[in-house]
């Protein structure tokens, strides 16, 4: 009796143990999967690091697909490093010039000697983000559920207000127009609050979780049919395909105004061309948020027209690289 007992006993232990382990392999596998995603989420940030700011993170975002329906065909990150091998993605891209300024800047004077903050701004794989081609076109997501409450309304109602009031002072250093169609606008500005993105940091082997993020500023790069005028008609389609870019933006709508007019400004100049912070408190472009937001100031400016003085692929058609091999 006591045998038959004690075989009971260790045939129950010996289970429990086998349950034991395949419980810890579990785990280790779970964490193993949870560590290869924050890894490949860490590779994927851009060049521009804002450390942990609690204001705002800016990103590149990469094509994964091409799309030929509306002529447009999306960049992948290969393609931009060297020269793909699908015959249906351009062969090269274009060589890197300098745009004439657009009147607005040109017409600016710093009287004031501010400097600016240029030597903060983050080159990208195809150089400055200079729009070449005037208005920018800007999308403001309004309401468009008739079912939501007349308080859930109004308050998007006042968020829209307050970031078309940062759309218009950007408008004056810049042509800017603000459409009603999503489709086509060259930036995309989303009444959502943007995800968590956590990192893995190689060197002290710890994971970054940001506490929140009150907005984001994406990118991506494509290729557009060139218009191009003829006396008498007032466009056409070129042969030529324009290296473009355009811009997501992702503001939180639990903000009181006051930060979301900085938040939108802040952001906006991203989209516009800052990719880089200012080391001051006293410029919008600052790196974090500050109790008493400031206006654009004339570091901002100056800092944005010698971005618009830089050479840049982007506002240049494909044919632009076989003129420049010659």
């Known amino acids: 009796m006591k045998g038959t007992t004690a075989r009971k006993s260790r045939r129950r232990q010996e289970n429990n143990w086998g349950r034991f382990m395949l419980f810890g ?172 993105q956590a990192s893995y940091d190689r060197e002290t082997g710890k994971f970054n979780i940001p506490r929140a993020r009150s907005a984001e500023t994406r990118y991506e790069f494509y290729l557009r049919q060139a218009a191009i005028s003829f006396a008498g008609a007032p466009w056409a389609i070129a042969p030529e395909k324009v290296l473009s870019q355009r811009f997501t933006i992702r503001l939180s709508p639990h903000q009181s105004a006051d930060y979301t007019l900085a938040t939108a400004r802040h952001e906006l100049g991203h989209a516009l061309g800052i990719w880089g912070h200012s080391p001051l408190e006293t410029d919008t472009m600052y790196f974090s948020q500050v109790r008493n937001p400031p206006q654009i100031s004339v570091r901002d400016i100056n800092t944005l027209k010698r971005i618009y003085q830089q050479p840049t692929r982007l506002g240049w058609s494909l044919a632009s690289q076989a003129r420049g091999n010659k």
Do not use: C, M
């Open 25 to 196: 392999v579990a785990i280790a596998t779970g964490l193993l999967v949870i560590l290869i995603q924050f890894q490949q989420v860490d590779a994927q940030k851009s060049a521009i690091a804002f450390g942990a700011a609690p204001w705002a993170i800016a990103r590149s975002a990469t094509a994964e697909a091409v799309t030929r329906g509306n002529q447009e065909y999306l960049l992948t990150t290969a393609e931009l490093s060297s020269s793909p091998a699908s015959p249906s993605l351009p062969a090269s891209l274009p060589v890197s010039q300098v745009h004439p300024l657009p009147t607005t800047l040109a017409q600016w004077q710093d009287t004031t000697g501010a400097g600016d903050y240029f030597s903060q701004i983050k080159l990208t794989p195809v150089g400055y983000l200079v729009w070449s081609q005037f208005p920018v076109t800007i999308y403001v997501e309004r309401p468009q559920d008739s079912a939501e409450s007349s308080a859930s309304i109004q308050r998007f109602q006042e968020w829209v207000d307050v970031v078309l009031q940062a759309v218009r002072e950007w408008s004056v250093y810049l042509p800017l127009e603000v459409v009603s169609q999503r489709e086509g606008a060259d930036i995309l500005i989303l009444r959502d609050r943007p995800p968590l």
